[in-house]
């Protein structure tokens, strides 16, 4: 399952208040993905990452950023939480073999609640 | 068009039974393709790679139409483990790691 861990599993939050979620990798992947999943939207990019302290916007970044200083950790910070970004965020990591094989693997996901 | 496409279900089919599920993709340079299934509340996990040639694994059959640009995952004698959603996972070519597209998946729920 690629060693992936995230945290925290659960987290409840106001309205306006920064949060940090933390992703955890143990198998020195390059890539890494911030990903978050809303009913009727599917798997969303927000950030992802191309190594240390290389990263890029996804589709729906705005309100969130994310820094990555090691190959094993990669953050996700909501600046000022609001109640859109309820959600559930997950990490994956990319896993990249020969140059043509690709397999993306997931972590366990983070509930996050703001009201 | 959406980039990937699939039809959300769900699909309720009984023990034993074969079921199958097409996706459809708008982009025709896109390089790799996948199933992967996800349980109520848990992560997606990888099922199955999809390869030109069509590959086989156990029950599941998945299966690419590259005139057509669609994937496909057959399900035989499904299981009531089998109950999941399947989600159409879909990489452009060589390069373009960032640009993964997710199907929004179909629910499966196999009925005793």
């Known amino acids: 399952d690629a060693g992936i861990t995230q945290s925290p599993r659960h987290k409840v939050t106001e309205t306006g208040t920064p949060v940090t979620l933390r992703c955890h990798q143990t198998?020195?992947?390059?890539?890494m993905y911030w990903y978050r999943q809303d009913p009727g939207h599917g798997l969303r990019l927000i950030h992802y990452?191309?190594?240390?302290?290389?990263?890029d916007k996804g589709e729906v970044s705005d309100g969130y950023s994310v820094s990555r200083s090691k190959t094993e950790d990669f953050l996700l910070t909501l600046e000022s939480a609001t109640s859109s970004q309820t959600s559930v965020y997950f990490c994956?990591?990319?896993?990249?073999?020969?140059?043509?094989?690709?397999?993306?693997?997931f972590g366990p996901g983070t509930r996050l609640t703001v009201t | 068009r959406k980039e990937v496409e699939q039809d959300p279900g769900p699909f309720n089919v009984p023990e034993g039974a074969t079921v199958a599920f097409n996706c459809t993709y708008s982009?025709?340079?896109?390089?790799?393709f996948f199933w992967y299934r996800q349980d109520c509340r848990k992560e997606p996990k990888l099922l199955m790679s999809?390869?030109?040639s069509g590959n086989e694994d156990g029950r599941f059959t998945a299966q690419l139409n590259r005139a057509s640009q669609y994937i496909s995952l057959l399900i035989r004698d499904s299981k009531l483990s089998d109950s999941a959603t399947y989600l159409c996972?879909?990489?452009?070519?060589?390069?373009?790691?960032?640009?993964?597209?997710f199907g929004t998946g179909t629910k499966l729920q196999v009925i005793p």
């Open positions: 994956a990591i990319m896993k990249v073999q020969g140059g043509t094989s690709y397999e993306q693997y």
């Open positions: 198998e020195n992947h390059r890539y």
């Open positions: 990452s191309y190594g240390v302290k290389d990263t």
């Open positions: 982009n025709s340079a896109s390089q790799s």
């Open positions: 999809v390869y030109s």
């Open positions: 996972v879909v990489i452009p070519p060589s390069g373009g790691y960032q640009k993964v597209t």
